[in-house]
């Protein structure tokens, strides 16, 4: 019931005195800017949000989540679609865009709940695990990109998500971020973007300069080159299917036309690239590096079996081998600036090369028929399920390997996708067993009772132990309650038989102790540190943007109406004196 005394005035249809005009005023300014305020607190006591006002921005270009013990927000994501059937695996994304405040590595489970992230490294690519010498380790690169490609290295972390080898290219160049390829023999694949002269005379420039597209395999263990290859000594400049635009007259504006953006290699030795610019999938020669055969493209090697679907792909991404004859690729149909596909599509396509004949297996299409202008994965599953990351669109899908949909997540609103809120280069699934070195973070809140905890990277903790003691330093902590871990942060209620000093058990699978927290007094609220992360300055939302354009609607309408009669006398004013009264002469009499 609104107890302001205008309130009863207003429902009369009484006229308000100037004093409730200001106030209803106030009122109304603060409500603008108190309700994105709600929609973070919202954020914070729901589990998964309404998809609908998620895809349309609802939430914010970037909805996130916060915590009381941990010092970062994760993203909180929109599950469109769920079913057990999707692969148990842990989800790898590497958000990142103009509203994406701490970029970086994120790992998330099914139910979109946070396992682990780190911001101190900020942007990161191309996130996922790969074994190296019989280890698991994460691997991504690090970075800055010009929005085509990067200039940076690649970093492999082990279990305790520690800095276990950084890897650079060979020679004078720098790590791109579009591949870090760990193969079966312990060598890794990497891309790199390289400024050259090109003979460019087929586009009118003589001496025109490129971005050639170059890729390295690199002995891990010792760091020297295996193999290198450049598109420009295979592939003529006038072969791209993307427009010049002014570029290839000068260093400044070197042209990107062949654009590598993956790498694989199959058993026999051979290496199979993916090139956007070219719309084509490449097989180069492990020997030489000559081409053995290219699906798509002017220059197809394939009579596509099913009609131009197996071939007729544009703008690609993640080429991967399946098998000696199969071949998963991104389809992304646009490139921002040509439209050749109705929607992105994941695609495989089976290879017959003594028939040279292609033919699509299946193909995977989101369900809100997605069309992503670039970015992209496609992943076979251990399960033969197959995850599809939707790159520019932020969102990822999850298939039956006959393309029947089962889990959708969304992590930004799809509706904006090309204002490039934020996006995610590759999805991935890998299990993964994390044992962080440091120590679960708790964080005690007096007002509440409560104990907040929480372990960044840990995925063997099943259950949360209370002890207490009457002093910090007593040895000996008395058991109090177990709580089952179901979240990355966990609230536990403190019983009253507690004594002040209380920490936090992280127990295993068996009931084995993993770790303990440190010991806080009860009594006492402990700050929260904040995780490192570059600074990228304030960003302010789209949803405070309309609010403040609504905001400056209502006063200068308030304005105007308020100041009605000054206005109105005012252009009258004016209008006499631009229009001045002339005086016309009577007619006389006769």
Not at 67 to 84: C, I, K, M, N, V
Not at 154 to 173: A, N, Q, R
Not at 217 to 243: C, M, N, R, Y
Request: negative net charge; charged residues 20%.
């Amino acid at each position: 019931m609104c107890q302001w005394p205008g309130c009863k005035r207003l429902m009369r249809g009484a006229n308000l005195s100037h004093h409730d005009k200001y106030f209803l005023l106030g009122v109304v300014i603060n409500s603008s800017f108190q309700s994105y305020s709600t929609l973070n607190t919202l954020q914070n006591t729901k589990d998964s949000p309404s998809v609908s006002w998620y895809d349309w921005g609802y939430y914010g270009a970037f909805p996130r989540k916060g915590y009381q013990s941990f010092g970062a927000q994760s993203p909180w994501p929109a599950l469109a679609r769920t079913d057990e059937r999707c692969d148990d695996g842990y989800i790898f994304i590497e958000p990142r865009g103009q509203y994406v405040e701490t970029p970086g590595p994120v790992i998330l489970d099914n139910a979109g709940n946070l396992v682990w992230m780190q911001t101190r490294w900020g942007q990161a690519m191309d996130l996922k695990v790969q074994r190296y010498q019989g280890r698991d380790y994460i691997t991504f690169w690090h970075g800055t990109d010009n929005g085509t490609f990067g200039e940076g290295y690649y970093l492999m972390l082990d279990e305790s998500y520690e800095i276990f080898k950084k890897v650079t290219p060979v020679g004078s160049f720098t790590g791109d971020l579009h591949e870090f390829k760990i193969t079966e023999n312990g060598s890794a694949l990497i891309t790199i973007y390289h400024r050259a002269n090109a003979d460019m005379s087929s586009f009118g420039i003589s001496k025109g300069w490129i971005f050639d597209s170059i890729f390295q395999e690199i002995d891990l263990e010792t760091g020297k080159l295996i193999f290198e290859w450049h598109a420009s000594d295979h592939f003529p400049v006038g072969e791209t299917q993307v427009p010049l635009n002014g570029h290839g007259s000068s260093l400044q504006q070197a042209f990107d036309y062949f654009h590598i953006n993956s790498v694989d290699k199959d058993a026999h030795g051979n290496f199979i690239i993916s090139s956007r610019y070219m719309c084509a999938v490449v097989a180069i020669s492990g020997d030489d590096g000559h081409v053995l055969w290219q699906v798509g493209g002017k220059a197809n090697s394939f009579k596509d079996l099913s009609g131009g679907a197996a071939t007729g792909f544009s703008w690609n991404h993640h080429a991967a081998w399946v098998d000696n004859s199969t071949i998963t690729v991104f389809d992304n149909g646009a490139n921002g600036q040509q439209t050749t596909g109705k929607f992105s599509r994941g695609l495989v396509v089976s290879l017959d090369f003594e028939a040279m004949t292609a033919k699509l297996v299946q193909d995977y299409i989101s369900p809100y028929k997605v069309l992503s202008i670039s970015q992209g994965s496609v992943q076979i599953l251990p399960n033969s399920n197959v995850l599809v990351g939707w790159g520019h669109v932020p969102a990822f899908t999850e298939f039956t390997h006959d393309g029947k949909v089962l889990c959708e997540t969304h992590i930004g609103p799809i509706k904006f996708d090309l204002f490039g809120w934020v996006k995610n280069y590759r999805t991935f699934k890998y299990a993964w067993v994390g044992r962080p070195k440091t120590l679960p973070d708790v964080a005690m809140k007096p007002k509440q009772n409560a104990l907040f905890v929480s372990w960044n990277g840990a995925t063997e903790v099943k259950k949360w132990l209370i002890q207490s003691a009457s002093r910090p330093l007593d040895a000996d902590f008395r058991d109090h309650i177990t709580v089952k871990k179901t979240q990355f942060e966990t609230c536990i209620h403190v019983p009253q038989d507690c004594e002040e000093f209380v920490r936090i058990v992280a127990l295993g699978k068996d009931d084995n102790i993993l770790s303990i927290s440190e010991i806080v007094s009860k009594y006492e609220e402990n700050p929260m540190e904040l995780l490192d992360a570059p600074s990228r300055g304030l960003l302010v939302e789209p949803f405070q943007i309309l609010c403040l354009s609504l905001l400056g609607v209502f006063l200068g309408l308030f304005v105007i109406y308020y100041f009605r009669y000054t206005l109105r006398r005012s252009i009258n004013s004016l209008l006499r004196r631009s229009a001045p009264f002339k005086y016309q002469s009577l007619p006389s009499r006769s």
